[in-house]
């Protein structure tokens, strides 16, 4: 070709693959398979079930209301044996879905203090044994805490270390450790949340997603879309802008699922387009019978959308 080096010949021919590739489903991008199903489990945190009675009687009404599992504390309260929570479960027929890091806040992954990391780490490796015990497959962690003393860098260097270390222990259970997008001035973008787990480079090692947490940042959809498969798990909350603007930041979680600034329709789009068909976990005011029962009935209507 008169005037065409072997470079622009390259050049040309890559630029045109690349939109060929746009242009066509099944190159570029992988396109929802119009066979595909929205399949979600729901449960809620152990925390927002009041019915009276012991804890077989609270996972049975769970179970009437329509749930189909549950997010525990670990380490497990001594008011909540082991055994307890495994006879309750059998007996009701609700599963485990997974175990929440009790101490991620009290004792941060990390605090300046070597020994107290030390301590976190220990009870990150007891959550994740007791999850494998209670059947569930993922601990939420609450990385790290940025404050005054306590700077960005350091928590994300400490954090990753203590993770790291307890990765074998996740190998060993078969247990996912899934970090939560919260409010500790710590990882406050998808793109900064990916380049923290590619920095780890673990399959048991990814996010657990919570909706309402970011409204008053960002849109939740753009969170699912990059994070996309290292969402292990998901929370769900709403979150109104207007209350937090004129009550405070907090108020904006005094809001009805369903009846916030969430757009359901674009955040399930969004789970479609990444394949989520995991579990979602309420983590709002919880109640009696008729409360978990509205609650079920609110979250299928909101996968409906």
């Not at 072997?6 to 489903?25: E, G, I, K, N």
Request: overall charge neutral; some cysteine.
């Amino acid at each position: 070709m008169p005037g065409t080096t072997r470079r622009d010949f390259l050049l040309r021919t890559a630029t045109a693959a690349a939109l060929l590739a746009a242009a066509t489903p099944g190159m570029g991008q992988v396109p929802i398979s119009p066979t595909w199903k929205r399949v979600f489990k729901k449960a809620v945190v152990v925390s927002m079930i009041t019915v009276k009675g012991n804890l077989t009687d609270k996972f049975k009404a769970l179970k009437a209301a329509g749930f189909d599992g549950v997010q525990m504390d670990s380490p497990l309260p001594t008011s909540m044996p082991m055994k307890e929570v495994l006879a309750a479960r059998d007996a009701s027929g609700i599963e485990i879905e997974g175990a929440i890091d009790a101490t991620h806040w009290s004792i941060p992954l990390s605090d300046p203090d070597p020994k107290k990391r030390e301590r976190a780490l220990a009870d990150l490796k007891t959550a994740l044994h007791e999850c494998k015990e209670m059947g569930g497959g993922s601990v939420l962690l609450v990385p790290g805490v940025v404050n005054r003393t306590t700077a960005y860098d350091d928590v994300w260097k400490r954090s990753q270390e203590v993770i790291r270390q307890a990765i074998p222990t996740a190998e060993e259970t078969k247990v996912k450790i899934a970090i939560e997008n919260v409010w500790n001035q710590f990882i406050m973008s998808p793109m900064e949340a990916v380049r923290y787990l590619e920095e780890i480079n673990h399959p048991l090692v990814g996010w657990q997603f919570d909706i309402g947490n970011v409204v008053t940042y960002g849109w939740p959809e753009q969170w699912i879309r990059i994070l996309g498969k290292r969402i292990f798990r998901v929370h769900l909350k709403d979150f109104s802008r207007k209350k937090r603007d004129d009550l405070g930041l907090r108020k904006g979680f005094d809001v009805e699922l369903g009846e916030g600034d969430v757009d359901w329709p674009a955040v399930m789009k969004a789970f479609d387009d990444i394949r989520y068909d995991g579990w979602c976990t309420a983590e709002v005011d919880g109640g009696d019978e008729k409360r978990l029962k509205f609650l079920a009935q609110r979250i299928d209507s909101l996968f409906a959308k």
